[in-house]
């Protein structure tokens, strides 16, 4: 019988998917959990997949290239989708796509299963990157073509004797790893609603955080965290324990409304301690080490990056080409950021950088200054030149009130109410 490779989580849709493949495809499923950090009992996602049907079950542990590769280039890169999305599940997919190409040569599979439904975005990073690695295998995703509800998928698996963590009382679906969970469904999909305590696991609500705030020391080198506080530290302790200290002063949570590949909103709650540390204070090192004009082009990178990272796009060679640049903007980008942490914020509070364009003899007002003043009043004829002459030249009849009124904003006060009225 052929094998199909099924990425397997030990979740609702994967447990289900291994039983329905076997129905629906005849085929063996070589269930393979790739492990990122935060998984759980590996061993009993192993045991359930192979009570469950599955022929070979596997576990890899990548949390060490999912860093290297995948997490710290996109912090350097400062990838943030729409500002807000340290973008943890969207850069594990392309990782684990590679890990079930690698599993499927092995095993001789002709295809690759994944649970991912067809209006998220996760079915596109997996088929996308599974076909930029290996065009010839076959992609079956269960959930997309069954089309059940969550509520059908919970009765399948209560019928089939299928172990699953959901129950429709508690009908959250949710995403780990080292870099941020995320979670949706359930209440969390009326917009207008509060998330409920119980939808995170990660940070403390901010309300009863510590009253006195903690301070971390994060030193860089090239844009990539190395040391804590003083302590040198590989990627996976340090962000382990920035998820701790930082989850629990309740520093992030977020909860957004994003705009997802596949033309649709979603509501997302996302908890993600160490990355919006560490963002912020890479962000901040930045800042010291990059000039103005860096800055502002790095910031266009940053919204390409996030959004190809987003769209499943990381092994498109335009990614290769901006993680070039992303890479050497990075060559000095190595110092020391201490972050403040209280109440659910997270803050810069104090900054140092060997290679720092901030020059402090350039920038006080006090003893030490060595500004050329004087210097100041030909730049400022010379870039004010361009105004004063279209002053001259075309504005000699306007009136200072005339440009404030082109650029107010007409108000309901002053041209009555928008709403649609009967004046008959």
Same mark, same amino acid.
């Given at each position: 019988?052929?094998?199909?490779?099924?990425?397997? +989580?030990?979740?609702?849709?994967?447990?289900?998917?291994?039983?329905?493949?076997?129905?629906?495809?005849?085929?063996?499923?070589?269930?393979?959990?790739?492990?990122?950090?935060?998984?759980?009992?590996?061993?009993? %996602?192993?045991?359930?997949?192979?009570? $469950?049907?599955?022929?070979?079950?596997?576990?890899?542990?990548?949390?060490? !290239?999912?860093?290297?590769?995948?997490?710290?280039?996109?912090?350097?890169?400062?990838?943030?989708?729409?500002?807000?999305?340290?973008?943890?599940?969207?850069?594990?997919?392309?990782?684990?796509?590679?890990?079930?190409?690698?599993?499927?040569? &092995?095993?001789?599979?002709?295809?690759?299963?994944?649970?991912?439904?067809?209006?998220?975005?996760?079915?596109?990073?997996?088929?996308?990157?599974?076909?930029?690695?290996?065009?010839?295998?076959?992609?079956?995703?269960?959930?997309?073509?069954?089309?059940?509800?969550?509520?059908?998928?919970?009765?399948?698996?209560?019928?089939?004797?299928?172990?699953?963590?959901?129950?429709?009382?508690?009908?959250?679906?949710? !995403?780990?790893?080292?870099?941020?969970?995320?979670?949706?469904?359930?209440?969390?999909?009326?917009?207008?609603?509060?998330?409920?305590?119980?939808?995170?696991?990660?940070?403390?609500?901010?309300?009863?955080?510590?009253?006195?705030?903690?301070?971390?020391?994060?030193?860089?080198?090239?844009?990539?965290?190395? +040391?804590?506080?003083?302590?040198?530290?590989?990627?996976?302790?340090?962000?382990?324990?920035?998820?701790?200290? #930082?989850?629990?002063?309740?520093?992030?949570?977020?909860?957004?409304?994003?705009?997802? @590949?596949?033309?649709?909103?979603?509501?997302? %709650?996302?908890?993600?301690?160490?990355?919006?540390?560490?963002?912020?204070?890479?962000?901040?090192?930045?800042?010291?080490? @990059?000039?103005?004009?860096?800055?502002?082009?790095?910031?266009?990178? +940053?919204?390409?990056?996030?959004?190809?990272?987003?769209?499943?796009?990381?092994?498109?060679?335009?990614?290769?080409?901006?993680?070039?640049?992303?890479?050497?903007?990075?060559?000095?980008?190595?110092?020391?950021?201490?972050?403040?942490?209280?109440?659910?914020?997270?803050? #810069?509070?104090?900054?140092?950088?060997? &290679?720092?364009?901030?020059?402090?003899?350039?920038? $006080?007002?006090?003893?030490?200054?060595?500004?050329?003043?004087?210097?100041?009043?030909?730049?400022?004829?010379?870039?004010?030149?361009?105004?004063?002459?279209?002053?001259?030249?075309?504005?000699? !009849?306007?009136?200072?009130? !005339?440009?404030?009124?082109?650029?107010?904003?007409?108000?309901? #006060?002053?041209?009555?109410?928008? +709403?649609?009225?009967?004046?008959?």
């Amino acid at each position: 019988m052929n094998k199909v490779v099924l990425a397997y +989580s030990g979740g609702l849709d994967t447990s289900v998917a291994i039983r329905w493949i076997n129905e629906q495809y005849n085929l063996d499923v070589v269930a393979v959990t790739v492990e990122l950090g935060n998984q759980g009992d590996l061993e009993a %996602i192993r045991d359930k997949a192979l009570r $469950t049907g599955a022929i070979k079950a596997f576990f890899e542990n990548a949390k060490s !290239d999912f860093i290297r590769y995948f997490v710290f280039p996109s912090l350097q890169a400062g990838a943030m989708y729409e500002e807000r999305y340290p973008l943890a599940t969207a850069l594990a997919r392309p990782l684990i796509a590679k890990v079930l190409v690698d599993h499927a040569r &092995r095993e001789g599979a002709t295809a690759i299963a994944h649970g991912c439904t067809g209006k998220g975005n996760d079915q596109v990073r997996f088929d996308v990157s599974i076909a930029a690695l290996a065009p010839d295998l076959q992609i079956i995703a269960p959930v997309r073509e069954w089309q059940m509800t969550r509520e059908e998928e919970i009765r399948y698996a209560q019928q089939h004797d299928i172990p699953v963590p959901v129950t429709l009382d508690s009908p959250y679906s949710t !995403d780990e790893n080292l870099w941020g969970r995320s979670i949706e469904a359930g209440i969390l999909e009326d917009a207008w609603a509060e998330p409920p305590e119980d939808a995170y696991a990660w940070t403390m609500n901010p309300r009863h955080a510590p009253d006195e705030p903690s301070y971390v020391e994060i030193e860089f080198e090239r844009g990539a965290p190395v +040391s804590l506080d003083g302590e040198v530290l590989d990627g996976e302790a340090l962000i382990n324990r920035l998820n701790d200290v #930082a989850g629990s002063h309740g520093v992030g949570r977020i909860d957004h409304i994003e705009n997802r @590949l596949v033309g649709i909103k979603s509501r997302e %709650i996302y908890e993600c301690p160490a990355a919006v540390v560490l963002h912020t204070a890479h962000a901040e090192l930045e800042k010291m080490t @990059l000039s103005k004009d860096q800055m502002r082009f790095k910031q266009l990178i +940053s919204r390409e990056m996030a959004d190809l990272i987003y769209n499943g796009l990381w092994f498109s060679a335009l990614t290769q080409d901006l993680m070039a640049y992303v890479s050497s903007s990075q060559r000095y980008v190595s110092g020391t950021v201490r972050m403040r942490l209280f109440k659910g914020v997270c803050m #810069a509070v104090g900054r140092r950088a060997e &290679r720092s364009l901030y020059n402090p003899a350039l920038a $006080t007002y006090g003893e030490g200054d060595v500004f050329d003043h004087k210097a100041a009043v030909g730049f400022i004829r010379l870039w004010g030149l361009p105004l004063e002459n279209q002053a001259r030249t075309q504005w000699l !009849d306007r009136s200072p009130d !005339d440009f404030l009124r082109l650029s107010a904003p007409e108000s309901r #006060a002053e041209h009555g109410s928008t +709403s649609l009225r009967n004046d008959g």
